[in-house]
């Protein structure tokens, strides 16, 4: 890429998150599994404060580079494969700062060189001592609550920047007391039908990093708040098809809008505050000219899409042109039980504690589930390993065998009996 010269001027950005009641806080180290060993400075303040380390680029990274003591896009002409806008993309995901007690609250002081026609954006999410993750929550525009409290904090930063000349200089955050939110996550996880399609693009790179593969299975939604890192399945739907359900991680953004978190309540939308909740502002354009019949960035809407599905994904749940789904948004519920990490591909998920009991759901790959309990049902033996343990997943409303938990013991710990 061309040298250009760095703008002269700085913009300074404040911005104040609200992460969830509880009351004070301090830091400890680092939690283990943070990427590469990266590790943030700390400043003694108070409220208990840190800045990011910017200076490490990880594989959690998309298209930035740490040069002249600033972060900022390695390629300009770099977008993810499903948006099809936003040229000049790149993000860095932070270390996550474990936490001694719960918090509500955290401030994020952001330096960039932002000029015209550029974005730096920050986001915040947090996890519970349960392992869960909140969304991500932008901290443009003042406080953000999320559903619950949070005992680890993470900061991920994103820039669109067709020029190459935005450059982010520091990040600083600190936590603290704040405020109850007002309401309450909801029981259940948020249920929509929306249009599918095949997203395709072999070989082309989603947002989080993942080079896509032939037969893949992974999904996009047209928001970053609901965006996996590469590899993981934090944030994963369920797809439900002519055929059958699968369970698939959110690794890209898109179709059409990058900011349309259509699943989340009217007032808490980052855009489109005045459709109505589970409906994408494809649809809305498409069938009932919102917006001109336009998306955010200003393209006329040839589909509904709410959902762009991998191969493998849209060709498993029984599609074999776009068209219509159920989509479950895993995260979005009531965060009750433990959290843990699965193994494997095409895992069923039954009604039942016994494999003659029919199939709710399929896990097409290795992701995160939320356990509430756990009985002794059919013995099976997979791979060599034989277990009778089976777990109840709340989420689909059916059970896995202990077997493709990914955890040493054979019967989870920490979780009851139902």
């Known amino acids: ?107 994020a002081e952001l330096v960039a060189d932002t000029p015209a026609g550029a974005e730096v954006a920050v986001d915040v999410r947090g996890r519970s001592a349960q392992g869960t993750w909140t969304e991500w929550t932008p901290a443009d525009g003042g406080p953000a609550v999320l559903p619950r409290a949070v005992t680890t904090v993470q900061a991920r930063i994103t820039l669109w920047d067709e020029k190459g000349d935005a450059a982010v200089r520091s990040l600083r955050l600190s936590a603290e007391k704040g405020a109850a939110p007002r309401t309450a996550a909801g029981a259940t996880a948020v249920t929509a039908r929306v249009f599918a399609t095949r997203e395709g693009l072999v070989g082309r790179t989603t947002a989080n990093g993942h080079v896509i593969q032939p037969n893949d299975h992974f999904v996009a939604l047209p928001s970053r708040r609901g965006l996996s890192p590469n590899g993981s399945g934090q944030y994963s739907v369920q797809v439900c098809g002519p055929a059958r359900c699968e369970t698939a991680p959110v690794w890209d953004v898109g179709p059409w809008n990058t900011k349309d978190d259509y699943w989340n309540p009217s007032p808490t939308r980052e855009m489109f505050k005045d459709l109505p909740q589970g409906k994408p502002e494809a649809q809305a354009a498409y069938e009932n000219g919102y917006n001109g019949g336009r998306d955010g960035s200003g393209r006329v809407v040839l589909n509904p899409a709410g959902i762009d599905l991998a191969d493998g994904t849209f060709y498993n749940v029984g599609l074999n042109d776009n068209g219509w789904v159920t989509v479950t948004y895993l995260w979005t519920g009531d965060q009750t039980g433990k959290s843990f990490p699965t193994w494997g591909t095409d895992v069923r998920i039954r009604q039942q504690a016994t494999t003659a009991s029919p199939e709710v759901a399929r896990l097409a790959g290795p992701t995160t589930v939320n356990v509430k309990c756990q009985v002794h049902g059919q013995r099976i033996t997979v791979d060599g390993i034989t277990n009778d343990g089976w777990a109840y997943l709340p989420a689909f409303g059916g059970y896995i065998s202990n077997i493709f938990i990914d955890v040493v013991e054979s019967w989870l710990p920490g979780v009851p009996n139902c």
Request: charged share 20%; with cysteine.
């Open 1 to 107: 890429m061309k040298d250009r010269a760095r703008p002269t001027y700085r913009r300074r950005i404040t911005v104040a998150l609200s992460l969830l009641a509880c009351v004070g806080v301090a830091v400890a180290t680092p939690p283990a599994g943070a990427a590469d060993g990266q590790k943030s400075t700390r400043v003694a303040s108070s409220p208990t404060s840190w800045s990011a380390d910017l200076t490490r680029i990880t594989s959690d990274d998309v298209n930035v580079r740490y040069t002249d003591g600033a972060l900022s896009v390695r390629s300009t002409a770099f977008r993810p494969a499903s948006a099809e806008a936003g040229q000049g993309y790149g993000t860095q995901v932070l270390a996550a700062e474990e936490l001694d007690t719960p918090v509500n609250r955290v401030s």
